[in-house]
């Protein structure tokens, strides 16, 4: 994936395409583009600022610093995406960590170019701020899907949140997107007898295709009727 076609995915969905041409040119000028294998963590629940990621291409997952020994995987967000900003704006360690869920390319804008950039305008300082809004309406959709009654709604719901199937989501791999059955459950609070046995009849229904640690939606919208009746 090259720089001109990191460019356009980025500034044609997400964050950063809301704004004007010239303020994605000071974006992209600082930046430079990071190619992360899967399961490599990029921030740890912890660690200090470092910048932001915008995601091209691949997927994170998304894990929540809890009371528990282990962080939790909430979600997985992909394409458009930016992230890694809370510190920025609360000047505290970080309360989530990312790890790619899939081979991903991302574009990185360190910290000191963010503080350029907003101490030079206040159009820029305003959209950087508004970063933490647009990806508070991941963290409410996440907590939306989580309060659906029965296991099997909120794994439906789950799956078209991860895939992003309801926005015409692709996977780079025919066979579907890479996702384990145990982080699925992790982020439908759901246990794994749950989960097994609601991908089985979703893809004895056709709603889904199962195959080596992946899975494909078939039918987002069958899933989203199932999930919100």
Same mark, same amino acid.
């Given at each position: 994936?090259?720089?001109?076609?990191?460019?356009?995915?980025?500034?044609?969905?997400?964050?950063?395409?809301?704004?004007?041409?010239?303020?994605?040119?000071?974006?992209?000028?600082?930046?430079?583009i990071a190619r992360i294998s899967p399961d490599q963590v990029?921030?740890?629940?912890?660690?200090?600022?470092?910048?932001?990621?915008?995601?091209?291409?691949?997927?994170?997952?998304?894990?929540?610093?809890?009371?528990?020994?282990?962080?939790?995987?909430?979600?997985?967000?992909?394409?458009?995406?930016?992230?890694?900003?809370?510190?920025?704006?609360?000047?505290?360690?970080?309360?989530?960590?990312?790890?790619?869920?899939?081979?991903?390319?991302?574009?990185?804008?360190?910290?000191?170019?963010?503080?350029?950039?907003?101490?030079?305008?206040?159009?820029?300082?305003?959209?950087?701020?508004?970063?933490?809004?647009?990806?508070?309406?991941v963290a409410v959709r996440v907590v939306s899907d989580l309060?659906?009654?029965?296991?099997?709604?909120?794994?439906?719901?789950?799956?078209?949140?991860?895939?992003?199937?309801?926005?015409?989501?692709?996977?780079?791999?025919?066979?579907?997107?890479?996702?384990?059955?145990?982080?699925? /459950?992790?982020?439908?609070?759901?246990?794994? #007898?749950?989960? $097994? =046995?609601?991908? &089985? %009849?979703? *893809?004895?229904? /056709?709603?889904?295709?199962?195959?080596?640690? #992946?899975?494909? $939606? =078939?039918?987002? &919208? %069958?899933? *989203?009727?199932?999930?919100?009746?």
């Amino acid at each position: 994936m090259e720089r001109a076609e990191i460019e356009a995915v980025l500034g044609s969905r997400g964050w950063l395409a809301a704004y004007g041409a010239a303020f994605r040119a000071a974006v992209f000028e600082r930046t430079h583009i990071a190619r992360i294998s899967p399961d490599q963590v990029l921030f740890h629940v912890g660690d200090l600022a470092g910048g932001i990621h915008g995601i091209a291409r691949g997927a994170f997952a998304v894990s929540v610093a809890t009371a528990a020994a282990t962080p939790a995987v909430a979600t997985i967000v992909r394409s458009g995406v930016w992230f890694g900003n809370g510190p920025i704006v609360a000047e505290r360690r970080r309360l989530l960590s990312f790890r790619a869920a899939e081979p991903s390319v991302t574009l990185h804008l360190p910290l000191a170019a963010i503080r350029e950039l907003s101490a030079a305008s206040i159009e820029a300082a305003s959209a950087f701020a508004d970063l933490a809004s647009v990806n508070m309406q991941v963290a409410v959709r996440v907590v939306s899907d989580l309060l659906i009654p029965g296991a099997d709604r909120r794994i439906a719901a789950t799956l078209r949140r991860v895939t992003r199937a309801d926005e015409g989501e692709g996977p780079d791999d025919p066979l579907g997107f890479r996702l384990r059955q145990a982080e699925l /459950g992790e982020m439908a609070n759901a246990s794994r #007898r749950s989960v $097994v =046995r609601a991908l &089985a %009849a979703f *893809e004895a229904k /056709g709603w889904i295709g199962i195959s080596r640690h #992946r899975i494909a $939606v =078939r039918d987002a &919208a %069958a899933l *989203e009727r199932f999930a919100h009746g």
